[in-house]
């Protein structure tokens, strides 16, 4: 199963609302995971199972959809947000991540 | 809190065989509570899911490294590991081991990640 981000890249400003589509290539129900990562860091989840949200994660992450239609949210974009987001299908025994989105400062 | 580490070499000839290990700690490897995978990023580019098994389970491969590939449990000590034989520059990144969560099957505890390089 093969998951495609889009976009691959974005520019935004602090205080704007930015939206982050994956979509999956057969239908995942909801196994789908959305981590952040910053330079030289390890990947870290903010969103499990479609629209869980991790435990310490702000609530200005969200996520939502189902089947192979999925989106995350970030509500007001803030400085600590440029970073690269992924998403991740577990629905397969062969799990795939996406290309990555990365965020930018307008 | 659940901690993983990995450790192994930096730097690898052409057609060697890399070899991995994963410190868990924290929690037992033989937990009903996880999955262990193993995730790589080559420089500058996104995340490659390699494999994952539960400690009592069969392991699965990523098919394009699948024939090059094992991944095993030991838990005696604590720890995983992977093993790629044959090695090219195109297997040079940085290789993550994780542990999946059985509930919500997401990778929540990563490693801080150790770079591999092959060249000759």
């Known amino acids: 199963i093969q998951v495609t981000q889009s976009p691959s890249s974005l520019s935004a400003s602090v205080g704007d609302r930015v939206t982050i589509t994956c979509r999956a290539s057969?239908?995942?129900?909801?196994?789908l995971n959305w981590y952040q990562q910053k330079p030289g860091k390890a990947p870290k989840i903010l969103i499990y199972?479609?629209?869980n949200l991790q435990s310490g994660v702000p609530s200005r992450f969200s996520g939502s959809g189902s089947g192979t239609d999925f989106t995350l949210t970030i509500s007001s974009l803030q400085p600590e947000d440029f970073a690269t987001y992924y998403c991740?299908?577990?629905?397969?025994?062969?799990?795939?991540f996406g290309q990555g989105t990365k965020v930018e400062i307008k | 809190q659940l901690q993983l580490q990995e450790t192994g070499p930096g730097l690898l000839k052409p057609s060697e065989t890399l070899s991995l290990t994963c410190n868990v700690s924290?929690?037992?490897?033989?937990?009903?509570?996880?999955?262990w995978g193993w995730i790589r990023q080559p420089p500058g580019k996104g995340l490659d899911w390699i494999g994952s098994?539960?400690?009592?389970?069969?392991?699965y491969y990523n098919p394009s490294l699948k024939s090059r590939l094992t991944i095993s449990v030991d838990a005696s000590k604590n720890q995983f590991s992977l093993k790629l034989s044959s090695v090219t520059a195109a297997d040079t990144a940085v290789y993550y081991c994780?542990?999946?969560?059985?509930?919500?099957?997401?990778?929540?505890?990563w490693g801080q990640g150790t770079l591999v390089t092959v060249s000759s």
């Open positions: 994780a542990a999946l969560a059985v509930r919500g099957f997401y990778f929540g505890n």
């Open positions: 924290g929690d037992s490897i033989s937990s009903n509570n996880y999955y």
């Open positions: 098994l539960y400690y009592s389970g069969s392991p």
């Open positions: 057969h239908s995942i129900s909801t196994y």
């Open positions: 199972a479609a629209s």
């Open positions: 991740h299908q577990s629905y397969s025994t062969s799990q795939t």
